[in-house]
Each structure stands twice: as structure tokens, then as C-alpha cells.
Nanobody, 125 residues
Framework: QLQLVESGGGLVQPGGSRKLSCAAS????????TAWFRQAPGKEREAISC????????NYVDSVKGRFTGSRDNSKNTVYLQMNSLKPEDTGVYYC??????????????????WGQGTQVTVSS
């Protein structure tokens, strides 16, 4: 059974940091590009970062560029999102998603066919 499980969410103060993890089971993650999506309250889910299957290409949307860093450890079948300088507008449910193949995109939902259940990140004082 193919599964993605996010962890690391929680409450963090503005300006703080948080690291999210997404562990894959039931498939070999190195054959898949992955992405992180965010769904803010009352808004649509949007891609914010993606990483190619071998980690050679990482893309970000402008709103997180310079603050968030995506990475992956294929030996652990896990991808990560390091979030720094967090802002209240970063609040939302964060999802990881996977697409079979080497390439990733932050353009819409691309070919991401596998999804985790999401983890809540709340940035508030």
C-alpha cells in the first residue's frame, strides 16, 4: 500500500522555524518527484516547493523563496521541508505529494497522484 505520512507540524511563533518530514512507505521514493503543498484557511491548496526524484532540482514559489528549503534523503525514503522566518500567512495544512518520474513542478497539481494526509502548521504569537 503506497502511503505518504507527514509529520512535524505544530504551533510556532512568527519568525520561528519548523521542519516538516514526509515518509513514504510501500514504494521507492527515489523514483518519484515530490512536492509540498499548502492549504491556508479559506484558500485553495497550492504547491509551494518541489524536488526532483534525485534531488538535483528544487523549485519554490516566490512567497517562500529564501525562507523554505526542500530536501530529500532517498536512503530513508523521506523528504523534508525546512521552514524558517515563518509568518502568520504561512499558517495552513501542509501536504506532501509524489509524482512518478524524475521531474517536478510547482505549477498546479502537475502529475502528483499520491498524497499524504497533511500536517497543520500554525504561525501565531
Amino acid at each position: 500500500q503506497l502511503q505518504l505520512v507527514e509529520s512535524g507540524g505544530g504551533l510556532v511563533q512568527p519568525g520561528g522555524s519548523r521542519k516538516l518530514s514526509c515518509a513514504a512507505s510501500g514504494f521507492t521514493l527515489e523514483n518519484y518527484a515530490t512536492a509540498w503543498f499548502r492549504q491556508a484557511p479559506g484558500k485553495e491548496r497550492e504547491a509551494i516547493s518541489c524536488i526532483s526524484s534525485l534531488g538535483t532540482e528544487i523549485n519554490y514559489v516566490d512567497s517562500v523563496k529564501g525562507r523554505f528549503t526542500g530536501s530529500r534523503d532517498n536512503s530513508k525514503n523521506t523528504v523534508y521541508l525546512q521552514m524558517n522566518s515563518l509568518k502568520p500567512e504561512d499558517t495552513g495544512v501542509y501536504y506532501c505529494a509524489a509524482s512518478r518520474g524524475p521531474y517536478c513542478s510547482v505549477d498546479g497539481f502537475y502529475n502528483y497522484g499520491y498524497w499524504g494526509q497533511g500536517t497543520q502548521v500554525t504561525v501565531s504569537s
